[in-house]
């Protein structure tokens, strides 16, 4: 808490001084400033366990150890540093008065709903929604439908399929065959993307009942037929930010081949880290930033015919690629991810047909769900628009819900 | 002012949520299901504690009641046979991945006392009790679940799903208690489990669990019931290990009975700790015959 109100006063202070500030120098030094400050918090509350592991035994490295992680730390630092550059760039979103700044940047920086897994807020959306609500303005409704919703995705389909995909820890999966070790692959794949999709829309749906619209996190990702199409619709506000905050300011796609692919590469790998102080992440991040390099290479060289069974191909190839890259988020120790990698080729063990089964279940209501995605816009017609469907969600929270545990996305 | 939130739509949705709802609980009340299938281990272990919570044959040692004894402790004791058990009024209240520690915490808060309690020994106090588990069964809904049958982890759709599907495919493999083991898994998988057991006690945490056990056992004395421990037999290879014993240290210091020590050699496992359907049956009478003296 210390922290949060200690992080949301020197980004009021600093984006104030920003915007009342005329001279160049000194608005830019204040800009760099602040920035510096969040990313300082951000290393050293996130990656302290990291450099304190690197150093040799003693108190220095003991107490980099035991620094603990705060709550959404990755989330509002990074509200931070958006409202921070926000303001350098444009001046109007600071209020005229110190003090109402300040209640405005806590506000911001502390909003409930995205506090603690995103979505990731940019000052340049927020500011202009900080006023007076009305009741006769709330979306009730639309607010209800997404709550259902993201209750749905997290807790009867994510909860329930983190029970199945549990067999994917080490030693467990050792004992399984190559069959049962896919089916758990995919099974975390649908679950991280229903666990992180639901949490968004819950987030977004309690800010809708405060009058607040938050920016859609997930675009059905799944669909994607290339990785850049994939970024574009998978934790889009991180994305989104990485490109404005990261990717344009280093340059972009705008000076050269090599350098687009080296900032690629660079904002990839920073994305992963940001994901948590460990190498698997790195890794993560690393292989993302090269699947895109190597996409945006094969498309200089050749084009794809637009068929429709290419298509489906290339969003298989992209799901499978997406599938294989979560191995690394559910195994945070390298060489545990390599031994399910080796034992993918070793087909000892058993078949776990119960599993298999459940996570079929589980996945075949995400496949509707896509399935809904695409038939909507081809036709309009959308299931979503029977009462009788939110009916049976509703109906399933309740009498459905896999045991509780927390957000995947809460340990970042 | 008329807010959206009592638009038609909105009160349509509830509406027939509530009718779902109701038609579902009136199916489980009038065809009450027989549940033969779980999704996973932990379902199992809920829908197990649930059947003891509000299985209406066990009461307090005062009245009468179908079982003299409990079993309490994690997958290992599991093994032996309910039915068998049943037939000799014990009941079993171990289940996989669970601990002593939980079995009795179920125990304490049902206030279902019986004469006596039989604490497996292998992992009493390094196993810590189960919190989760326990806010699921004994949380404030606790009671509606009793009286609503949707909204117990028995009664999911899934699960009834899951048990229509397997009355038609009959019992799957995984169900079947193992009758011949895969030697190379087994030797594994014995491997893993003795650099386990050779791992450093967490001391503090041992202590603490520990302390908790104590704690527990001293309630259910006061309350009259007798408290003794049994060992599961486990592969020779774990004996010398450091958790066996320290484990074996522990129960010295304790002032409570014990049953008499397996003959480890004679059993056969899975994995190390877990018995052969064929030991496991050989077990169940031993310990049967064993318990006779305390009933």
Known sequence: MLLLISSALINAITSYQISHTSQGKAKRFYAIFGVCVNLAILCAFK?????????????????LLSIPLPIGISF?????????????????IAESTPKNHAKNVVFFIAFFPALIAGPILKAHNFFP??????????????????????????????????????WMAYPYFLSYDSASLVVLLIGYSVQIFADFAGYSLIAIGVALLFGYELPKNFNFPYISASFSEFWSRWHISLSSWLKEYLYIP??????????????????????????????????????????????????????????????????????????????????NDFTHAIAFIQKLFNNEGEFMRVVA??????????????????????????MLDNNLIWAIMLFLIFTNSGSSDAFIYFQF | MRLSIFSSNFLKI??????????????????????????????????????FIYETKITKIAESSAYNAIIVGSSMSARIDSAKLAKSHIYNLAFGGGSALSGLEIIKQTN????????????????????????????????????????QVKYQPINVFLSFVKGRAGKSKDEKLAKQRNEKLYKDSLER?????????????????????????????????????????????????????AVHKVLKDFAYPTLPPPNHSIYQTTDGIHLLEKSADEFSDEFIKKTRDFL
């Open chain 1, 357 to 382: 089964l459940c996570v079929g279940i589980y996945s075949s209501c995400i496949l509707i769900y896509y399935l809904n995605y695409l038939l909507c816009k081809k036709s309009g017609k959308n």
């Open chain 2, 193 to 245: 489990m003795i650099e386990g057991y050779n791992a450093n006690i967490d001391s503090a945490k041992y202590e603490a669990d520990l302390a908790e056990l104590r704690v527990l056992l001293a309630y259910f004395e006061k309350q009259g019931v007798e408290i003794i421990f049994f060992e599961m037999p486990i592969d020779e290879k774990l004996l010398n290990t450091k958790q066996v014993l």
């Open chain 2, 14 to 51: 509830l509406a027939i949520f509530f009718a779902i709802f109701l038609a579902y609980n009136i199916f489980l009340w009038s065809c009450k299901p027989q549940i033969t299938a779980t999704q996973n281990q932990w379902q199992q272990n809920i829908v197990f504690a649930q059947d």
């Open chain 1, 250 to 331: 280093l340059g972009g796609n705008k000076k050269g081949n090599l350098r687009t692919y080296l900032n690629l590469f660079i904002v990839m790998a920073l994305g992963g880290f940001w994901h948590g102080a460990a190498v698997s992440y790195i890794i993560w991040g690393c292989y993302h930033g090269i699947l895109l390099i190597l996409e945006r290479i094969c498309s200089q060289i050749f084009t794809l015919p637009k068929w429709r069974f290419v298509r489906m191909g290339r969003i298989l190839f992209v799901f499978l690629a997406v599938s294989f890259g979560w191995l690394l988020f559910c195994l």
């Open chain 2, 112 to 151: 279902k006392l019986p004469k006596a309690i039989f604490v497996e020994s292998n992992i009493a106090f390094l196993r810590p009790k189960d919190a989760n588990m326990l806010k699921q069964l004994f949380g404030v809904d606790s009671a509606m679940k009793k009286y609503i049958p949707a909204l």
């Open chain 1, 129 to 166: 929604q900080i006023r007076a609500k009305y009741l006769k303005n709330i979306p009730f409704l639309r607010a209800f439908k997404v709550l259902i919703l993201g209750y749905f995705l997290k807790n009867v389909i994510a909860d329930n399929l983190k029970d199945q995909t549990f």
């Open chain 1, 47 to 63: 990656y302290s366990p990291l450099f304190g592991a690197m150093l040799p035994a003693g108190d220095f490295a003991t107490l």
């Open chain 1, 76 to 92: 509002f630092t990074f509200q931070g540093i958006s409202l921070v550059v926000d303001v350098y760039k444009n001046n109007k």
